[in-house]
């Protein structure tokens, strides 16, 4: 039930710098607000660890293997079925279910932006997050309790055997109330379903600072911090998601750009690494590798993956006031790890949490900044519009992502 990944935290609001090149800062006293929407598609499949892309669909039949797995004490029953016939031990069945998800994440973000001087600019953004999850739970089969018993008849005249062929047809059935009673009232989860919240994500705050004053090209540093103030993961709802991971991050990220002479075509790039510090949060503890929920919580010490990212892009400049660009993103977030006495449970919580992701991004930008300094317009500001697309990856979410961004200088 636990299908999306953290690492929709792609979506996070920054101030990138299109249309302009990359290492331009702010003239020193000029004040930038940005206003900003993301949208994604509806989110329903993702890439697995062997980078295939699979339906966010998860079928679960409640044969004797499973149930003795999410509870032991039926192991010594199921066993003795299967002592008199593992025909009827591998045919028993308590009905199968199966569970298919959906998503869909809306960003709004505000940025600020001022130049402290013709070099340096300092900024931060804070993003909103209005997320839903539709999660449909059927019954796709039933027991075959009746079926179970025949077959126990058949085995002879074993005295255990008749026993528990009368016993087969009145076991209980595992409908749905059951299922959500056992998710409830015995591992102490929210009922499943349908989950939509509101909510900050994780501001960032940094400075861009440019290195070089060459013609046609340039070179810019930028760092920052990222605060925790994002919604985290609720260890008591299976179908809900973080708007942030609960830790303070340090960034430091490096780039330039080149325009080349007596052409309208510009080309950008820029690496960024993220460090994220550990934390302490509050966890399920799993029950086994195949069943990774649990009735318990446990303090567990959290460190995920530092974040490298890689952009390369190219822009054309149609217009003094209107351009496009066109541009590859690489993301890579490492494992994470878990530190408690549980050793399992770090284990489990650590599976798969290494992330990739590879994109690609179309964008038109309309400014009439060139206007304004010409005098041909009262007004400086601009506006962006992209549309990025996910094309692979590794333990992460499939989507599109739709962006509207305004900014204004004064």
């Keep these: 039930m636990l299908f999306l990944l953290t690492s929709i935290l792609a979506l996070l609001v920054g101030l990138p710098a299109p249309q302009a090149a990359y290492y331009d800062t702010l003239p020193k006293g000029v004040r930038m607000v940005v206003m900003k929407q993301v949208q994604t598609s509806t989110i329903n499949s993702a890439f697995d660890r062997q980078k295939q892309e699979s339906q966010y669909f998860y079928r679960l039949d409640l044969n004797a293997k499973t149930i003795a797995e999410i509870n032991t004490s039926f192991q010594a029953a199921f066993d003795q079925v299967k002592s008199i016939s593992p025909e009827a031990y591998d045919q028993l069945t308590f009905g199968e279910y ?76 595992v409908n749905e109330g059951v299922v959500q009673s056992v998710v409830v009232n015995y591992l102490g989860y929210e009922p499943l379903g349908n989950w939509q919240a509101k909510g900050m994500g994780d501001v960032e705050v940094g400075a861009i600072y440019r290195l070089t004053d060459w013609d046609y090209s340039g070179l810019a540093l930028s ?54 510090f550990a934390h302490n949060r509050t966890m399920r503890i799993p029950e086994s590798r195949d069943y990774p929920y649990g009735s318990e919580k446990a303090n567990f010490e959290e460190k995920l993956g530092n974040i490298f990212d890689f952009t390369l892009s190219t822009n054309y400049q149609w217009r003094r006031w209107l351009s496009f660009s066109a541009a590859a993103l690489y993301n890579h977030i490492g494992q994470a790890s878990y530190q408690s006495p549980h050793q399992l449970g770090n284990e489990v919580h650590a599976a798969d949490t290494e992330i990739v992701q590879q994109s690609v991004r179309l964008a038109t930008h309309f400014s009439t900044v060139p206007l304004y300094k010409s005098g041909d317009f009262f007004l400086p500001f601009a506006m962006n519009l992209s549309a990025q697309q996910i094309l692979g990856g590794m333990n992460t979410p499939k989507f599109s992502r739709y962006d509207i961004e305004f900014r204004f200088f004064f």
Aim: aromatic share 12%; charged share 20%.
């Design 223 to 276: 760092g920052g911090i990222v605060l925790p103030t994002g919604r985290q993961d609720n260890p008591d709802v299976l179908q809900d998601f973080a708007f942030g991971d609960g830790q303070t991050d340090l960034f430091v990220e490096f780039g330039g750009g080149l325009t080349i002479p007596n052409t309208r075509w510009s080309f950008d790039s820029f690496a960024r690494y993220t460090y994220q």
């Design 98 to 173: 199966q569970a298919k998800g959906q998503a869909q994440v809306k960003v709004n973000g505000a940025g600020l932006a001022w130049g402290i001087n013709n070099r340096l600019t300092i900024y931060s953004a804070f993003p909103y997050y209005d997320a839903r999850v539709d999660l449909n739970v059927q019954r796709t089969k039933g027991n075959n309790y009746a079926e179970v018993a025949d077959q126990l008849r058949k085995s002879g005249d074993n005295s255990s055997a008749q026993v528990i062929s009368q016993v087969a047809p009145n076991l209980p059935d």
